[in-house]
């Protein structure tokens, strides 16, 4: 009995070995992958630029041409910047949620936090034009934009906080999938509601934002977004040792000494943050807080979170540099909804989860 058990540590320790090795070896692959997909996010799109003037643009050189200094540094350069922080925001938000709620179809958009900051936006745009609270917002400027951010943030946390509260009533994970999807409808209804109520133009750029999109974001706008982004990313790195003893369990946690609660709020905070920031700026992104955890923990065969935070925010930001080149579609001038395309990318992921629910949260 005594070799069987040497046996199996022995075989245990070999294991955990290769994991490391495998994850040394994948981690530079994956940064060179995103910083690739960044530079051809940079050179496609309705006109098409040469990689090598990308980068000279990028090294502050003299191209060959002045326009594409102008496509690159005005409008490409804020978009991809906006995808790689969108990516690693939302993946790292729904890799937080799916540990807490232990529920591997856990995520921003899943579980509601994403339509509760669509609420929050929809206030802003929609209810203050509506009376007559948006001018004087427009004229503050950059005021209007904090005030979309604020906004998201607490619509997020509001919806996820509820999520939780009843999660210690419901211990079913599919039920409260259900309860999150059902403040998902709640939040849509109260929205549909203002949008009745609003002007033409008012409508369109709200259903013209819902569709998600990286374009938008100004580079005045990213001094706001890549803070908050940074602040909710530095938070979920905090919280990785204490995210990786709720693995665990609720009651193992508690007699391992976490502060429970303190925890809960962390977390949420972070999501909230996450989540909400990009919503704000960039829509609704469906599905890349569902798909990017699942894919870095089979990739990496771990569910450290000091290396799945990092990992999972690479993941996401090339996942939506993708997303993004696929809906300009490179060389037309048409483009596609950022939102179908993350679709049409993360339903088979999610399927292949539905179909495999084999536990990784233990």
């Given at each position: 009995?005594?070799?069987?058990?040497?046996?199996?540590?022995?075989?245990?320790?070999?294991?955990?070995?290769?994991?490391?090795?495998?994850?040394?070896?994948?981690?530079?692959?994956?940064?060179?992958?995103?910083?690739?997909?960044?530079?051809?996010?940079?050179?496609?799109?309705?006109?098409?630029?040469?990689i090598q003037q990308v980068i000279i643009i990028l090294l502050g050189g003299e191209s060959e041409k002045a326009t594409w200094t102008t496509i690159i540094l005005k409008f490409r350069l804020p978009k991809a910047l906006t995808a790689t922080l969108a990516g690693a925001a939302l993946g790292v938000s729904g890799l937080e949620m799916q540990t807490l709620f232990k529920n591997p179809l856990a995520g921003p958009f899943v579980l509601g936090i994403s339509s509760?900051?669509?609420?929050?936006?929809?206030?802003?745009?929609?209810?203050?034009?509506?009376?007559?609270?948006?001018?004087?917002?427009?004229?503050?400027?950059?005021?209007?934009?904090?005030?979309?951010?604020?906004?998201?943030?607490?619509?997020?946390?509001?919806v996820l906080g509820m999520v939780l509260l009843i999660s210690h009533r419901v211990p079913d994970?599919?039920?409260?999938?259900?309860?999150?999807?059902?403040?998902?409808?709640?939040?849509?209804?109260?929205?549909?509601?203002?949008?009745?109520?609003?002007?033409?133009?008012?409508?369109?750029?709200?259903?013209?934002?819902?569709?998600?999109?990286?374009?938008?974001?100004?580079?005045?706008?990213?001094?706001?977004?890549?803070?908050?982004?940074?602040?909710?990313?530095?938070?979920?790195?905090?919280?990785?040792?204490?995210?990786?003893?709720?693995?665990?369990?609720?009651?193992?946690a508690q007699t391992l000494g976490l502060a429970l609660q303190q925890t809960r709020f962390w977390i949420i905070t972070s999501a909230s943050i996450l989540a909400g920031a990009i919503t704000a700026f960039c829509g609704p992104i469906g599905f890349l807080g569902v798909i990017v955890p699942h894919l870095c923990r089979n990739l990496f065969k771990t569910v450290n979170h000091k290396i799945l935070i990092p990992v999972v925010a690479v993941m996401g930001a090339i996942l939506a540099l993708i997303a993004d080149l696929v809906s300009q579609l490179p060389g037309s001038e048409a483009v596609l909804p950022l939102n179908s395309v993350t679709a049409l990318i993360g339903t088979p992921v999610v399927m292949w989860v539905i179909l495999h629910r084999r536990s990784r949260f233990s």
């Amino acid at each position: 009995m005594f070799t069987r058990s040497y046996r199996n540590n022995k075989k245990d320790k070999n294991k955990l070995k290769n994991n490391r090795s495998w994850q040394v070896i994948i981690f530079p692959i994956l940064i060179g992958s995103l910083i690739f997909v960044f530079l051809l996010n940079l050179a496609f799109g309705s006109v098409n630029i040469p990689i090598q003037q990308v980068i000279i643009i990028l090294l502050g050189g003299e191209s060959e041409k002045a326009t594409w200094t102008t496509i690159i540094l005005k409008f490409r350069l804020p978009k991809a910047l906006t995808a790689t922080l969108a990516g690693a925001a939302l993946g790292v938000s729904g890799l937080e949620m799916q540990t807490l709620f232990k529920n591997p179809l856990a995520g921003p958009f899943v579980l509601g936090i994403s339509s509760g900051a669509s609420l929050g936006v929809a206030l802003v745009v929609l209810a203050t034009n509506t009376t007559g609270m948006g001018v004087w917002l427009i004229k503050l400027g950059i005021i209007d934009d904090l005030s979309l951010v604020i906004a998201a943030c607490l619509g997020a946390a509001l919806v996820l906080g509820m999520v939780l509260l009843i999660s210690h009533r419901v211990p079913d994970s599919m039920t409260l999938l259900i309860l999150g999807l059902l403040f998902g409808y709640a939040t849509s209804a109260i929205v549909s509601i203002l949008l009745h109520f609003s002007e033409n133009n008012q409508i369109q750029s709200y259903l013209q934002w819902t569709f998600g999109s990286f374009g938008g974001v100004t580079w005045r706008q990213m001094v706001i977004l890549a803070p908050v982004i940074m602040l909710g990313l530095t938070i979920a790195l905090l919280l990785s040792k204490a995210l990786n003893v709720m693995l665990l369990g609720e009651s193992q946690a508690q007699t391992l000494g976490l502060a429970l609660q303190q925890t809960r709020f962390w977390i949420i905070t972070s999501a909230s943050i996450l989540a909400g920031a990009i919503t704000a700026f960039c829509g609704p992104i469906g599905f890349l807080g569902v798909i990017v955890p699942h894919l870095c923990r089979n990739l990496f065969k771990t569910v450290n979170h000091k290396i799945l935070i990092p990992v999972v925010a690479v993941m996401g930001a090339i996942l939506a540099l993708i997303a993004d080149l696929v809906s300009q579609l490179p060389g037309s001038e048409a483009v596609l909804p950022l939102n179908s395309v993350t679709a049409l990318i993360g339903t088979p992921v999610v399927m292949w989860v539905i179909l495999h629910r084999r536990s990784r949260f233990s």
